[in-house]
Every structure is written in C-alpha cells, then in structure tokens.
C-alpha cells in the first residue's frame, strides 16, 4: 500500500461566508415575518424561511480558523480530502472533520538510556531532538500518535549510536561520542530521520545532553581515562624528544661543530631525552675539564 501523502484541500476565505450566512439567517426572519400576512398559503414562506436558515447555519459552521505555522487536516465520513495550511479564516466543505496539527518546531529531552559502547562499557546517554511536521498527511494516518512514535524512535536512535562508538578515543582517527561530538550529532539526525521519515516528521538538529559511565564503573573508567591520557600524553612527549635528538645530532653533523663518536653520541642521547622527557627541570652539571 503507498504511502498517503498530504495535498492541499479545497478552502476559501470565511470573511465572505460570514457575511452570506448572516445574509441569509437575516433574510430567513424577514420572510418568517411574512407568514402573518399570507395565512392563507404560508407553504412557500415556510420552506423558504426554513431552507434560508438552513443555509446560514451551514455556511457559518464551515467557517475555521488556522493560526500561524498550523494546518487543519479535512476528513469527509472517513475519507481524506486535504490539508489547509493558510492561516486565517478560512471555510471549507461544513461536513467535513477538521484536524489541528501544529508545523512549529518541537524538542524533546529523552530518558537517560544505560547501554554499552562497543567497547562493552555500560554508560548512561540522553539526547535533545528538535523535529517538526512536514506531511499532516502521513502524521496523522499512517501512524497512531506521530508524538510518541518519535519519541521512541529517537530513543531507539540514540541507544543504536551509543553502542556503535566508543564513549572516549585517544586515536583522533576513531569518533567517538565524548570527543566528535558534531560528527555524533550529524549521525544521529541521519539516523533518527531515517526512522521517523515515515510519520512525515523532520529532524531538524539532534544533540547528546547527557553523557557518562554508569555509577558501578565510574570510579574504574575515570581512573582508566586519566591513565590512558597519560600514556598517550608521555608517547607524544617521547616522539617529539626523539625528533629533537635526531635534529641536533644531524645539525652538529652538518655544521661540523663537534664530531661525536659513538659512545659519545649515545651518551648525548640519553641526556637530552632525560631533559626533554622529564616531569621536572633537569640540573646540568658543568664539566671544566676536558672533553675525554
């Protein structure tokens, strides 16, 4: 079965039913007025006067009004005609339903979710999801509340993504949910809106609010975070020392300053990697003797 998608309904504007309905309730009393004086054959007034207030009343009570970023959803006996998105007074076909669906943008926070990254840590994720409605069409008929049917996708959204990224990553090259936190959001707009397409709903912007390690592995994770950024911390320092040896050593070569032989060069290396890749200030001691 296809999909039903929203089409614009037959409406015009309300001011000119008012003023042709009250015409006509107005003209019903003026020739109810007029039975008195035709007892003799009051059968036309009366149906007259009848069919003029019939036809007020229903030009009147199709009358409506759509605020701004609103739209009315028309259904006759069971059937969908249309939707009106023009804001206004508005009037339509009286005998049709007339559905209020609300176009602004809305947000929503979800439940805080325990799941476990791909890593296997369990963490706790929640997410602000800001949607609106696109097709009333497909809001209002091809799922059952198009409110809670995003809610739950969402949720099943955000608990997908949490288990497909690490919670933290020390390799820039690895997204992660702490540390690539637009990538992550792009990722779960693409997701949620690949689930909710269906309801005519759009995902507009979707951002992780809450984020952390559950309580029974907090104290652990944290002091397994900090020990991981100090190894990745100590295997930069330790790169770039090495880099600096290397270049002094190949400008000392170059420049023909000193000529090093190999047990000197050994020695040079060892000190200059303790100065460069010690916590603390290094204390040079000054030789006053010779070289060797």
Same mark, same amino acid.
């Given at each position: 079965m296809a999909a039903m998608?929203?089409?614009?309904?037959? $409406?015009?504007?309300?001011?000119?039913?008012?003023?042709?309905?009250?015409?006509?309730?107005?003209? $019903?009393? &003026? @020739?109810? $007025?007029l039975i008195r004086e035709h007892q003799q054959a009051p059968g036309p007034y009366v149906g007259g006067g009848i069919a003029l207030l019939v036809t007020g009343f229903v030009l009147l009570s199709g009358n409506f009004v759509v605020g701004p970023n609103e739209a009315r959803v028309l259904t006759f006996f069971g059937r969908y005609t249309g939707t009106v998105r023009d804001p206004g007074l508005r009037?339509?076909?009286?005998?049709?339903?007339?559905?209020? &669906? $609300?176009?602004? #943008?809305?947000?929503?926070?979800?439940?805080?979710?325990? !799941?476990?990254?791909?890593?296997?840590n369990p963490?706790?994720?929640? #997410?602000? @999801?800001?949607?609106?409605? !696109?097709?009333?069409? +497909? #809001?209002?008929?091809?799922?059952?509340?198009?409110?809670q049917y995003v809610h739950i996708q969402a949720e099943a959204a955000v608990r997908n993504l949490a288990m497909h990224h690490p919670y933290d990553s020390h390799d820039d090259k690895v997204v992660s949910l702490r540390g690539q936190s637009d990538l @992550? #959001?792009? +990722?779960?707009v693409k997701e949620i809106n690949d689930k909710v397409k269906a309801a005519g709903v759009e995902v507009i912007d979707a951002r992780i609010a809450h984020l952390a390690y559950a309580q029974e592995i907090a104290q652990a994770m944290l002091q397994r975070q900090q020990a991981g950024a100090i190894i990745a911390a100590r295997t930069r320092i330790v790169e770039g020392a090495v880099s600096m040896v290397e270049m002094a050593l190949d400008q000392l070569s170059k420049r023909g300053i000193v000529e090093l032989d190999a047990e000197r060069k050994a020695a040079m290396v060892s000190n200059l990697l303790v100065v460069l890749c010690g916590e603390r200030g290094s204390q040079p001691v000054v030789n006053t003797g010779s070289l060797y």
């Open positions: 998608k929203e089409r614009l309904a037959i $409406s015009s504007s309300g001011w000119l039913a008012i003023i042709f309905g009250i015409g006509a309730l107005v003209a $019903s009393a &003026v @020739v109810f $007025s009037w339509a076909n009286p005998f049709t339903t007339k559905r209020e &669906v $609300s176009l602004r #943008a809305r947000n929503f926070e979800t439940a805080k979710i325990k !799941v476990n990254d791909i890593e296997g963490i706790e994720i929640a #997410a602000v @999801v800001v949607w609106r409605v !696109v097709d009333t069409a +497909q #809001a209002m008929f091809e799922v059952e509340n198009f409110q @992550v #959001a792009a +990722q779960l």
